[in-house]
């Protein structure tokens, strides 16, 4: 079973930085692809970030390219969500996800496509 906590959200200012972490339990986080989607009331969750096993390719959603920057650490079973430049639009609920196919590449944007899910980290971003 994997297991997936996410931690470091919180109240912050437009134009202030958060990094958010996602501590993985398994044997096997190096044959993950991982996501981050987040959620804001009301409205559908949404791809935000992904990031291939080996960490050689990340993809972006459009509004938090070039402010949003994720990355991986194989060694401590961790992906990071690097956020610079927060709008309050970015204010939402921030889950971390798990997909162990091998077809990662074709569907990380797809939330469905990925098995396993944190239970999420709340961001509020004032203006």
């Known amino acids: 079973q994997v297991q997936l906590v996410e931690s470091g959200g919180g109240l912050v200012q437009a134009g202030d930085s958060l990094r958010l972490s996602c501590a993985v339990s398994t044997r096997t986080f190096s044959l993950l692809g991982m996501g981050w989607f987040r959620q804001a009331p009301g409205k559908e969750r949404d791809f935000v970030a992904g990031?291939?096993?080996?960490?050689?390719?990340?993809y972006y959603g459009d509004s938090v390219k070039g402010r949003f920057t994720i990355s991986r650490d194989n060694t401590k079973n961790t992906v990071y969500l690097q956020m610079n430049s927060l709008k309050p639009e970015d204010t939402a609920v921030y889950y971390c996800?798990?997909?162990?196919?091998?077809?990662?590449?074709?569907?990380?944007?797809?939330?469905?496509?990925?098995?396993?899910w944190g239970q999420g980290t709340q961001v509020t971003v004032s203006s």
């Open positions: 990031i291939t096993r080996t960490g050689t390719t990340t």
């Open positions: 996800a798990a997909d162990p196919d091998s077809s990662y590449s074709r569907n990380y944007y797809i939330a469905n496509q990925y098995d396993y």
